[in-house]
């Protein structure tokens, strides 16, 4: 338990558990990292030995247990089962997770996440009364009051130049440290334990772990598995166009954060989009904002963007490959302030130790200090030493004097670095992606790995200091930023709600998008960016998405700033209450409008003679293909710009499996596809049916829903 004493290393699975259960009596509070960092195996086999040992109790904190995809019919289950051991491999689901939902956790042992993979506890009692609103930076101190007593952890391994091993917090360095920091600080007993999976990438920088930082290392047979890997979505007209609105908001040189799915990838191929051809970008764009480009970032990125997301996300790769995320940010105040003028070339040059002179940084003649801060930066190359009044490098001796043009020539044409060390264009807590962004990261060269910093969430999802960086550090490093996130509701008034429902049911949770919201009030030069959809369609039929009013509260409406749907941008930042309702309203389905209104002005917040622009009454789904169809044709806005796991074959499967699920909830469109189907029974490719179960049916469902489906082909 004490993070300087040797690990004790373990081969076998069920040995570890008996460790763990042998070294901490009583009650265990586990804690385990947010989506791939779980060792699932480990906590599998310690779930099923508690389970089967009522005298002991066990209680799991964490957040986002990924689960294989499960059809909710027949039809998805066959469809899903070949994609599913394709894609998914051998990843071991968790036991809990299958209890949980179905109702059968065991007595002796609690689960709370405090954020749910979205949707899918919806109804179930247990998953909702154990769940634990809060705020992704306050996770460490809310499982401390939990009791927590052991962290159990997913690492990658390697084997470094001394001949040493090396972990690598890897896809989740976003909390541990600060845990095992924080309890041993207190003289709390932690038990931490590492599990290698070798199959995760193995990220350098602050994801870097000595394997004596843990009690206990399991390193053997069934720890590595394939990681969960959700397939890329077919991105969506609306998520396009709100990709693209939102890609014009977005200032060369400034610092950017995006989410996962569809609509990251649709603000990433926009991004794209903008840097390759801005003139194709302003001409997709002029219609969606009825010719008014005033205000929108439209050209290409010369200086290029900084990534800072508690996410890394697929598209965020994009970014890094298309050359669009290169801006540098440094660790060093001094330093980064240089880079914010312009004065940090690509390489160490001899301007930047005159420019940390002048600064008062560093002084001449060099001190001992001054070389450790230059080599680690990577100004001046590692060995560089000092003795009596000379640099020396080996068998090479230098004036230790930065005033003297001989000695600065001599430094330049001998001691200067190639490269800058502990430069980063991109920061991110934790990483999910398809299975190719994993190989990417693996494949990478060490030198643009080394570009991407694994780190802690307070350092991400804080302004305010940390052991990383100070807040002077992070507000120099996050100039112009533009921190995007969705959202499920927003009110005309400008609240939003990302999490739950009215009802209290819990969607997912507010992870970090309450401190980006705040932060983007914070910076003087940021903005923070809900998006959503302007509606949603399931069983209950179409609904607005900008409501008048809505229980659940996220982020509450003093901190309104900006909000994109399909149909544009409200800017709401220093609005009154009318003129926000009116820019929401802009930006509204047209079928929903004139309700809105109506709403607005009986609650005394418009007044009652107001009319909405002719041009924001034509916002409709019909609009938007018909100003984006020519792009989508032509590859420029692709379904899927960035690759898709599934076939193309498949992909056909699932766009006639996703009418038939629509057709189910609306019973008129249900009606008129039954009524095309009796014209005749379409030719279906066997394999489809074989696919799908249907190459036999017999049954007068079975029949039915195939005739069905080949009529949606």
């Known amino acids: 338990m004490n993070k300087h004493a040797a690990a004790a290393w373990l081969n076998s699975i069920e040995a570890t558990v008996d460790q763990i259960l042998q070294r901490v ?73 299958k209890a949980l939902r179905a109702g059968t956790l065991p007595p002796n042992i609690e689960v709370h996440e405090f954020f749910m993979k979205t949707g899918d506890y919806l109804g179930n009692d247990g998953a909702q009364q154990a769940f634990v609103c809060t705020n992704y930076s306050f996770a460490v101190r809310d499982m401390m009051s939990h009791g927590v007593n052991v962290l159990a952890q997913a690492v990658a391994s390697r084997t470094g130049a001394d001949g040493r091993t090396e972990f690598s917090l890897s896809c989740n360095p976003d909390l541990s440290f600060d845990l095992i920091e924080r309890m041993q600080a207190q003289g709390r007993p932690l038990l931490a334990v590492a599990m290698v999976n070798h199959e995760l990438p193995f990220m350098p920088g602050n994801a870097v772990a000595s394997p004596d930082l843990f009690g206990l290392v399991l390193d053997g047979p069934g720890c590595s598995h394939t990681i969960f890997a959700p397939p890329n979505a077919a991105i969506s007209w609306a998520d396009y166009a709100i990709g693209l609105h939102a890609a014009s908001l977005v200032p060369d040189g400034g610092t950017l954060q995006i989410g996962i799915g569809s609509l990251g990838d649709a603000i990433a191929q926009a991004l794209i989009v903008r840097d390759g051809n801005s003139e194709h970008f302003k001409t997709i764009l002029s219609p969606l904002c009825h010719g008014e480009l005033q205000g929108r970032e439209l050209d290409k990125f010369e200086q290029g963007l900084y990534g800072c997301s508690e996410m890394f996300v697929n598209g965020f790769m994009r970014l890094i490959e298309a050359g669009l995320i290169r801006r540098r940010v440094f660790s060093d105040l001094d330093l980064q302030e240089l880079a914010l003028q312009g004065r940090m070339p690509a390489k160490p040059s001899l301007q930047v130790l005159q420019d940390l002179l002048q600064r008062g940084r560093i002084s001449s003649p060099l001190r001992e200090a001054d070389l450790a801060f230059l080599s680690r930066h990577g100004i001046l190359k590692a060995g560089v030493n000092c003795s009596a009044d000379q640099l020396q490098l080996g068998e090479q001796s230098i004036r230790n004097d930065l005033r003297d043009p001989a000695a600065l020539a001599a430094i330049e044409a001998c001691l200067l670095g190639p490269s800058w060390l502990g430069a980063t264009i991109m920061h991110g807590g934790f990483f999910l992606g398809p299975r190719d962004f994993y190989q990417r990261l693996r494949e990478m060269p060490e030198e643009q790995l080394a570009l991407i910093d694994m780190t802690r969430i307070g350092f991400i999802n804080e302004l305010y200091g940390d052991s990383l960086g100070s807040e002077a550090l992070k507000r120099a490093q996050r100039v112009k930023a533009r921190l995007m996130n969705t959202t499920m509701k927003v009110t005309l008034l400008g ?106 002005i009986a609650h005394g917040k418009l007044e009652a003679d107001y009319e909405i622009p002719a041009a924001a009454q034509r916002n409709s789904p019909e609009m938007l293909r018909e100003h984006l169809r020519p792009w989508r044709n032509s590859g ?77 082909l």
Not at 78 to 88: A, G, I
Not at 542 to 547: A, D, F, Q
């Open 25 to 97: 009596q009583g009650e265990i509070v586990m804690a385990i990292p947010l989506g791939l960092g779980k060792p699932n195996p480990l906590v599998n086999a310690l779930y099923r030995r508690i389970a089967a040992s009522p005298e002991r109790r066990l209680k799991l904190f964490t957040a986002l247990s990924l689960e294989k995809p499960q059809g909710k019919s027949s039809l998805e289950a066959h469809f899903l089962e070949p994609l599913v051991e394709r894609v998914f491999g051998d990843y071991p689901d968790m036991d809990y997770v």
């Open 495 to 600: 609240a939003a709600s990302s999490d739950g429902m009215e009802s209290g049911q819990m969607v997912s949770g507010v992870g970090g998008q309450y401190n980006f919201v705040a932060m983007g009030h914070a910076l003087p030069d940021a903005r923070g960016i809900l998006m959503l959809r302007s509606t949603h369609d399931n069983a209950d039929g179409l609904r607005s998405n900008i409501v008048w009013s809505y229980a659940n509260c996220t982020i509450p409406r003093h901190l309104r700033d900006i909000v994109i749907t399909e149909y544009g941008v409200a800017d709401l930042r220093g609005c009154t209450d009318s003129e926000c309702v009116k820019r929401l309203l802009n930006i509204a389905d047209s079928r929903f409008q004139t309700a809105l209104l109506h709403e607005a």
């Open 636 to 712: 420029v806005l692709p379904d899927f710009p960035f690759g898709t796991d599934l076939t193309a074959d498949e992909l056909t499967i699932v766009r006639a499996l996703k009418k038939l699920k629509h057709a189910s909830h609306h019973p008129l469109e249900l009606v008129g596809m039954i009524l095309q189907s009796l014209s005749g029974e379409k030719p279906v490719p066997p394999a489809y049916l074989e696919r799908l179960g249907l190459a036999d049916a017999k049954s007068f469902k079975d029949l039915f829903v195939r005739r069905l489906f080949a009529s949606n």
